[in-house]
């Protein structure tokens, strides 16, 4: 992964919810690196928009290190919350 030694298929697994760390990432906390490195679009190929849907919380958005990707993310989960549950 980015600065440490771990495994990629690690990173996927948490992502996914199918393993609880990598490294001393959490589901929350590696998500949200994910979304501070990559474009929007990079992060749809990786994660499907249902599990998204489930990542993407108010404290995750929160957290986000710059107010504009807080307010991107924000919009995005609105969106996703209308084309994912209907």
């Known amino acids: ?4 030694n771990i495994e990629p298929e690690h990173c996927l697994e948490v992502l996914e919810g199918k393993r609880e760390k990598a490294g001393h990432y959490t589901e929350a906390t590696l998500f949200r690196k994910l979304l501070e490195s990559y474009r929007w679009f990079t992060v749809l190929k990786i994660i499907p928009p249902e599990r998204i849907l489930q990542l993407l919380t108010d404290d995750v958005i929160s957290t986000l290190r710059f ?4 307010e991107r993310y924000a919009f995005i989960r609105k969106e996703l919350q209308r084309t994912v549950q209907s």
Not at 1 to 4: N, Q, V
Not at 67 to 70: I, W
């Open 1 to 4: 992964m980015w600065d440490y």
């Open 67 to 70: 107010k504009s990707l807080s």
